[in-house]
Protein backbone atom coordinates (compact mmCIF):
# COMPACT_ATOMS: atom_id res chain seq x y z
CA UNK A 1 0.00 0.00 0.00
CA UNK A 2 1.29 3.09 -0.85
CA UNK A 3 1.46 5.89 2.01
CA UNK A 4 2.02 9.35 0.67
CA UNK A 5 1.77 12.82 2.84
CA UNK A 6 -0.14 10.48 5.29
CA UNK A 7 -2.90 9.24 3.08
CA UNK A 8 -3.55 6.04 1.59
CA UNK A 9 -3.24 5.95 -2.21
CA UNK A 10 -6.02 3.54 -3.93
CA UNK A 11 -3.87 0.87 -5.50
CA UNK A 12 -6.27 0.50 -8.87
CA UNK A 13 -6.29 3.71 -9.92
CA UNK A 14 -3.73 5.39 -12.56
CA UNK A 15 -1.09 7.63 -10.59
CA UNK A 16 -1.96 11.14 -11.60
CA UNK A 17 -5.50 10.29 -10.38
CA UNK A 18 -4.24 8.83 -7.37
CA UNK A 19 -2.05 11.69 -6.29
CA UNK A 20 -5.10 14.07 -6.11
CA UNK A 21 -6.62 11.95 -3.21
CA UNK A 22 -4.05 14.33 -1.39
CA UNK A 23 -5.20 17.32 -0.23
CA UNK A 24 -3.59 20.41 -2.12
CA UNK A 25 -2.81 18.24 -5.46
CA UNK A 26 -5.37 18.65 -8.29
CA UNK A 27 -5.16 16.94 -11.68
CA UNK A 28 -2.68 19.33 -13.07
CA UNK A 29 -0.36 19.17 -10.51
CA UNK A 30 -0.09 15.27 -9.90
CA UNK A 31 0.37 14.95 -14.07
CA UNK A 32 3.50 17.68 -13.56
CA UNK A 33 4.55 15.74 -10.56
CA UNK A 34 4.48 12.47 -12.91
CA UNK A 35 6.00 14.13 -15.36
CA UNK A 36 8.97 15.28 -13.55
CA UNK A 37 9.78 12.00 -12.21
CA UNK A 38 9.28 9.99 -15.86
CA UNK A 39 6.53 8.20 -14.50
CA UNK A 40 4.31 7.13 -17.66
CA UNK A 41 0.29 8.48 -17.00
CA UNK A 42 -0.80 5.20 -17.94
CA UNK A 43 0.95 3.47 -14.85
CA UNK A 44 -0.96 2.41 -12.09
CA UNK A 45 -0.39 2.71 -8.28
CA UNK A 46 0.05 -1.10 -7.80
CA UNK A 47 2.72 -1.11 -10.59
CA UNK A 48 4.72 1.12 -8.88
CA UNK A 49 8.08 0.49 -7.72
CA UNK A 50 9.49 1.14 -4.17
CA UNK A 51 11.91 3.38 -5.95
CA UNK A 52 9.34 5.61 -7.25
CA UNK A 53 6.92 6.13 -4.52
CA UNK A 54 9.72 6.86 -2.30
CA UNK A 55 10.66 9.65 -5.17
CA UNK A 56 6.76 11.11 -5.40
CA UNK A 57 7.09 11.36 -1.52
CA UNK A 58 10.24 13.15 -1.76
CA UNK A 59 9.06 15.61 -4.49
CA UNK A 60 5.70 15.78 -2.72
CA UNK A 61 7.35 16.89 0.60
CA UNK A 62 10.34 18.95 -0.97
CA UNK A 63 7.82 20.89 -3.77
CA UNK A 64 4.14 21.39 -2.57
CA UNK A 65 2.37 22.43 0.65
CA UNK A 66 -0.15 19.64 1.47
CA UNK A 67 -2.75 17.81 4.14
CA UNK A 68 -2.31 19.31 7.81
CA UNK A 69 -0.01 22.23 6.59
CA UNK A 70 -2.11 23.54 3.35
CA UNK A 71 -4.94 22.95 6.14
CA UNK A 72 -3.56 25.18 8.77
CA UNK A 73 -2.11 27.57 6.55
CA UNK A 74 -6.03 28.36 5.08
CA UNK A 75 -7.65 28.57 8.26
CA UNK A 76 -5.31 31.06 9.84
CA UNK A 77 -6.10 33.13 6.59
CA UNK A 78 -9.44 32.53 7.34
CA UNK A 79 -8.82 33.62 11.05
CA UNK A 80 -6.96 36.60 9.97
CA UNK A 81 -9.69 37.94 7.85
CA UNK A 82 -12.23 37.81 10.47
CA UNK A 83 -9.89 39.29 12.92
CA UNK A 84 -9.85 42.25 10.66
CA UNK A 85 -13.35 42.52 10.05
CA UNK A 86 -13.43 43.10 6.61
CA UNK A 87 -16.22 41.69 4.71
CA UNK A 88 -15.01 38.72 3.27
CA UNK A 89 -14.09 37.80 6.98
CA UNK A 90 -17.64 38.72 8.21
CA UNK A 91 -18.78 36.15 5.55
CA UNK A 92 -17.20 34.20 7.14
CA UNK A 93 -18.34 34.54 10.35
CA UNK A 94 -21.60 34.59 9.01
CA UNK A 95 -21.13 31.36 7.19
CA UNK A 96 -22.69 32.37 4.74
CA UNK A 97 -21.91 32.58 0.78
CA UNK A 98 -22.90 35.21 -2.04
CA UNK A 99 -25.70 33.11 -4.13
CA UNK A 100 -25.90 33.59 -7.06
CA UNK A 101 -29.17 34.09 -9.09
CA UNK A 102 -30.06 30.66 -11.51
CA UNK A 103 -30.30 31.59 -15.44
CA UNK A 104 -33.96 31.30 -16.13
CA UNK A 105 -33.61 29.45 -19.62
Known sequence: MARIAGINIPQNKVVSVALTYIHGIGL?????????????????????????VLRIREFIDANHKVEGDLRREVSVNIKRLVDLACYRGSRHKKKTTCERPKNSM
Open 28 to 52: HSSKKICQKLDIPLTKRVNELSEEQ
